[in-house]
């Protein structure tokens, strides 16, 4: 079976801030994370399945108003009912409040903001493999 990628870009917003200086909590990041995976489980199953828990995760930058992030994933081992998935949030674009309100720059690289790994479940009665 040919394990695919799957990529969600986003911008943060201030809706999204959460901290003083327009810090994004890292909750926004974990909530992309399960975005991806439904759609992986969706891609691979025919269903959004459950998410069951993470074995790790990394906060290793900070995500700010204004940024654009590009999270991906992809599930790395199937077992019966559950599937191992891999998560990485990249900063591609980043605010620029230093020069003004609306200043932003494409970054020349991308910048890890989180990593993670967990599971998903898709109970044996939902799974409808082909689709």
Do not use: W
């Not at 620029?96 to 109970?123: H, W, Y």
């Amino acid at each position: 079976m040919v394990m695919e990628k799957v990529m969600i870009r986003v911008r943060m917003s201030l809706h999204d801030a959460h901290y003083g200086g327009s810090l994004v909590d890292g909750a926004k990041i974990l909530q992309l994370f399960g975005d991806v995976a439904t759609e992986l489980l969706i891609r691979n199953d025919g269903d959004e399945g459950l998410f069951r828990a993470y074995d790790n995760v990394e906060f290793l930058a900070p995500v700010y108003a204004g940024d654009y992030i590009e999270v991906t994933g992809e599930i790395t081992h199937i077992g019966r009912t559950s599937r191992k998935m891999f998560f990485e949030a990249r900063k591609v674009i980043q605010a620029r409040p230093d020069i003004s309100d609306s200043a932003a720059e494409v970054l020349k690289e991308p910048i890890v903001v989180c990593r993670a790994s967990g599971t998903c479940v898709v109970p044996l009665d939902k799974q409808r493999k082909g689709r």
